[in-house]
């Protein structure tokens, strides 16, 4: 069964009907396992709890590579990378949380009917993946208003630059390394993005999503930090917007500084707390993260595959997840087709 992000809510509530209230989510390969642990409670409410930290979960992937060479060990994410999706989820804030909200109070928000130029996102390829614009309630669209009913930001400015650095076209056309390292689960990888091409491919889903979806301006420039940001001071000499960037490169932000364009830097955290309280949406969206970089994640009662052989664009751009649930005559299988429907169905009535 095939789940869309949204809908990912779903196996939350099928699980908690079955009282399934702890909930482990592990990688197959026992030299990784369990990467999270989660309470879900009454109330919306769900305990999160890390039972590694990132250096811990740096030492088990080292040690995939002396066992099993390259190809698995490039096929798990780096610990800065599960940091990000992590913080993509909104489970963890950015190490330098403050500082970005102060700078949003002052670059965000434009009177543009008072004559303010409007505001312009533009984003860094390092942080394209991770949906910061709406982890940071800024999109013009979903971010909220301010006290005088102004949006955060106008729209998007987005380099050619940047969108030439989404390189993703990577595929696992013999999955047997990743079979004896991880487990045949892994033998429905076989023709997908593996590893950083995974995180890349998302980048690529996210630009789409925002070109389809949102105001965007196209700024043009070659590849390369000052290119890059040498288009952006042209875009705003000739179209009297403001642009304003954000990365995770310390270098990107102050030449950008440098050059009279506004820039925020996005630190993420180091290490992992020991546990967190969140929403269940939040770790929905936890879900969705990590099954899409892992590939594939080991739950009670269900095997989710973030990519899957045959796995097309539409079902990148919809954002969905396959779900297998285990066993014979699988009771969590008839409860997701139900609450599916009724979801379904109330979006429908929504609309």
Partial sequence: MQLERPHLMVLLNALYDLDQTSISVAHPSDDIGTLLEIRLKDGDTAEIIF?????????ARDDIRLQYGDTPYNDLPDRSTLVRALTASQVLEFENQSAIESTLGRVCYPAVEAGESPVMLGLDANIFPWGCPDVLDIDHETGNTDDKDRRPSNGYALSSGVVDELHWRYSHWDPEPLVEAFGEEFRRL?????????????GLQKYQTLVGTRNVDFVDSEIGDDEIINGYVRYSKNRRKKPFLLSNDYGFIETATDEGIAAQHLKFQSMLPGRVTASWDVVANALYYLSLLFGVLILPKATL???????????????KIDIDCRGSGSNLQTMLARQRRIAQEFERIAK
């Avoid at 039972?51 to 030492?59: G, Q």
């Fill in 305 to 319: 595959y973030g990519v899957w052989s045959g796995k097309e664009d539409a079902s990148w751009q919809k954002e």
């Fill in 51 to 59: 039972p590694i930290d990132v250096d811990e979960y740096r030492d």
């Fill in 190 to 202: 076989e023709g997908q993005p593996g590893g950083s091409r995974r995180e890349g491919r998302l």
